[in-house]
């Protein structure tokens, strides 16, 4: 069964560091782009960041550019997100997702979730 | 970016008849290489995680009851879900994916009258 685990969530205080996983199963992790999405509590989804399947190539949304990164361990399936000088706009629900885009155009499947807030 | 509009936000139907949902791309999603429309219906349950409906504009996936279906081309898009089953209760977002970035549209709820 194709899996995404997420981890690492919790609270931080503004300007703090938090570093996200995604452990992913059931498939050949090295072979796929993938993706973090995230979701304020109650509202839509916002595309994060991507990165290619070999870890050299990376794309970020401009509110999330120079605090956040995006990278990948082939050897380990695992997918991190470290995001550096947090701020409320950033409490929200950050899934993973893996890049289906080739054979049906879209993320399939989705993590269930690790939620981020950003308090003091 | 391409920008992902649906409507309405919010449709309320009794069980057993047809919920209608739209979207609007600001520009054409269609891919003439391909022939193949980059778009994607996720259905999302309060609590969980996304989950990929229909792909490629019309076509369901894996395990989706064929209650589910949906249509368009290029710049318009609808989502039909006939028969409306309690279980269908969701937040139904749209997501184009022929340009980067992804982007999604703000979601339509489904609720039961």
């Known amino acids: 069964e194709v899996q995404l685990v997420e981890s690492g969530g919790g609270a931080v205080q503004p300007g703090g560091s938090l570093r996200l996983s995604c452990a992913a199963s059931?498939?050949?992790?090295?072979?796929?782009?993938m993706h973090w999405v995230r979701q304020i509590p109650g509202k839509g989804l916002v595309w994060v960041a991507r990165?290619?399947?070999?870890?050299?190539?990376?794309t970020y949304a401009d509110s999330v550019k120079g605090r956040f990164t995006i990278s990948r361990d082939n050897a380990n399936n695992t997918l991190y997100l470290q995001m550096e000088s947090l701020s409320a706009e950033d409490t929200a629900v950050y899934y993973c997702?893996?890049?289906?885009?080739?054979?049906?155009?879209?993320?399939?499947?989705w993590g269930q979730g690790t939620l981020v807030t950003v308090s003091s | 970016d391409i920008v992902m509009t649906q409507s309405p936000d919010s449709v309320a139907v009794s069980l057993g008849e047809r919920a209608t949902i739209n979207c609007k791309s600001s520009?054409?999603?269609?891919?003439?290489?391909?022939?193949?429309?980059?778009l994607t219906w996720l259905q999302q349950k309060s609590g969980q995680s996304p989950k990929m409906l229909i792909y490629?504009?019309?076509t369901r996936g894996s395990g989706v009851p064929d209650r589910f279906s949906g249509s368009g081309s290029g710049t318009d898009f609808t989502l039909t879900i006939n028969n409306v089953q309690a279980e269908d209760v969701a937040v139904y977002y749209c997501?184009?994916?022929?340009?980067?970035?992804?982007?999604f549209g703000q979601g339509s709820k489904v609720e039961i009258k």
């Open positions: 520009q054409s999603i269609f891919s003439r290489s391909d022939g193949k429309n980059y």
């Open positions: 997702a893996r890049d289906v885009r080739s054979s049906r155009g879209s993320f399939d499947p």
């Open positions: 990165i290619n399947s070999d870890g050299t190539s990376a």
């Open positions: 490629w504009a019309s």
């Open positions: 997501q184009q994916y022929y340009l980067e970035p992804a982007t």
């Open positions: 059931g498939f050949t992790f090295s072979s796929f782009w």
